[in-house]
């Protein structure tokens, strides 16, 4: 009877320890982006942006681009598939632009990005820590917020919007060379029907605010996971694996909701 | 210094490459024109029901798109609905009164829209006027209901 009630204590101390465990580490990382993100870069600042944009967005680009190629033909084909049981499959362009525009470029292009950038951006920092280059920087009276994170997230945030647009405008294309190309879709009917249905500020415009919320919620927890992980070899590798884990799961879940608040009249 | 170059070079081409691309999406997806917005007047027609026709659907005449629905709401005092149209300004003066406004349906299922056919009238309507004749929508089971009827009375 003792030993089970103690078991019992053991188990809520155990619970909240954990709650409060994630509450501070919510807090660092809130804390953390405010540090890195506040501040006017210097000329050295935009070097470094500059250097991390084209890690980070220029070398994403070809795979962004060509899963988008791919993601358009396959939506064109099996969208003509059910289409042209209904007759309608001049409504085919637009059927491939809005799901790109609203859904898919921006969910798939962020999901690309934290596997390709992401996971890349947590292994750098995260070994800059375990060999102690961080420290080394206090030490001679450098910020590392400022110089090793400030320049990746802001190069996260600034190249994913850009990989996105590139993802829709690939996409719309793939689509174009399927459907009108190989399926005999009208050409006219594929890019009229398309401007007749879609909207700059409701449909591409909210795929924008999308990616934006996408790219700052991905490059940071990248970021933060490399800064803050045990580090030894072993603890670089798990938060390589979280930095992928949980930017997924943030983005189809940030998806969700603003899908919701924008299209679902929430 | 020379490879620091190549790769800011690099970095301006990405981003050109997403300005451009955010063009061809405003241009030529969404169907944006870079010419001032045509000019409009705006019409209202009261429907005993609209049906699913929505906001921002087409308004034609003979076929040809004149017009968009600029909104819809409920009139309180008929307890109908009331439309308000939004038309090219060359219309404007050019419409009798007795116009009809009747809301069509694109193919077997698609989407509602608002056509106009000329009458006789010569007095015109003008900015803010409202359109008389009106046909609601078809609601397909008002139709069953109809033909149910008809049929036990026969």
Redesign the interface.
């Known amino acids: 009877m003792q030993s089970k009630f103690s078991n019992g204590t053991a188990r809520i101390t155990r619970l909240g320890r954990r709650g409060c465990d994630l509450m501070e580490a919510l807090g660092r990382a809130g804390v953390f982006l405010f540090q890195s993100a506040v501040g006017v870069p210097s000329r050295e600042g935009w070097r470094l942006w ?2 991390q ?2 890690f980070v ?2 070398l994403s ?1 070809a795979i962004v681009l060509v899963s988008g190629l791919f993601i358009g033909m396959v939506l064109a084909l099996q969208g003509y598939t059910i289409l042209v049981d ?3 499959e001049q409504a085919l362009g637009q059927m491939v ?1 809005l799901s790109l ?1 609203r859904e898919l470029a921006p969910v798939v292009a962020a999901l690309l990005f934290a596997g390709r950038a992401g996971s890349a951006l947590t292994a750098e920092i995260g070994l800059m820590k375990a060999t102690e280059q961080l420290t080394s920087m206090e030490m001679i009276g450098v910020d590392p917020l400022r110089r090793v994170v400030a320049p990746r997230l802001w190069a996260g945030f ?2 994913l ?3 996105t ?2 993802f ?2 690939v996409g ?1 294309w793939g689509g174009y060379l399927v459907g009108v190309e190989w399926l005999g879709v009208f050409e006219g009917s594929y ?1 009229s029907n ?3 249905n ?3 500020v409701s ?2 415009g909210n795929g ?1 605010i999308k990616s934006a919320v996408f790219a700052l919620v991905v490059t940071w927890i990248a970021v933060f996971q490399g800064y803050d992980l045990v580090p030894t070899s072993e603890g670089i590798s798990r938060a390589t694996t979280r930095t992928v884990v949980y930017s997924s799961l943030a983005v189809l879940g940030l998806d969700f909701v603003l899908t919701a608040v924008m299209f679902g009249g929430l | 210094m020379r490879r620091s170059k190549t790769m800011e070079f690099g970095v301006g081409l990405f981003m050109i490459a997403g300005i451009l691309g955010l063009v061809f999406l405003g241009l030529r997806v969404s169907g944006l024109t870079l010419s001032a917005p045509a000019q409009s007047f705006q019409l209202e027609a009261n429907f005993a029901n609209i049906g699913s026709l929505k906001p921002r659907a087409r308004v034609t005449m003979a076929g040809v798109t004149v017009g968009r629905v600029e909104s819809i709401e409920l009139d309180t005092q008929w307890f109908d609905a009331r439309v308000v149209l939004s038309l090219d300004s060359e219309l404007e003066g050019q419409l009798s009164r007795d116009t009809i406004a009747s809301i069509l349906t694109a193919g077997l299922l698609g989407e509602q829209y608002i056509g106009l056919s000329a009458g006789g009238d010569p007095e015109m309507l003008e900015e803010g006027d409202t359109i008389r004749d009106t046909q609601s929508a078809l609601v397909l089971e008002e139709l069953i209901q109809q033909f149910v009827s008809n049929m036990a009375s026969n």
Do not use: E, R, Y
């Open positions: 500059l250097h944009m084209h967005g220029v680009l209904f007759g309608a632009a525009l600034v190249s919007p850009i990989l647009v590139g829709s405008v719309i890019w398309m401007q007749a879609v909207a700059f449909d591409i924008m």
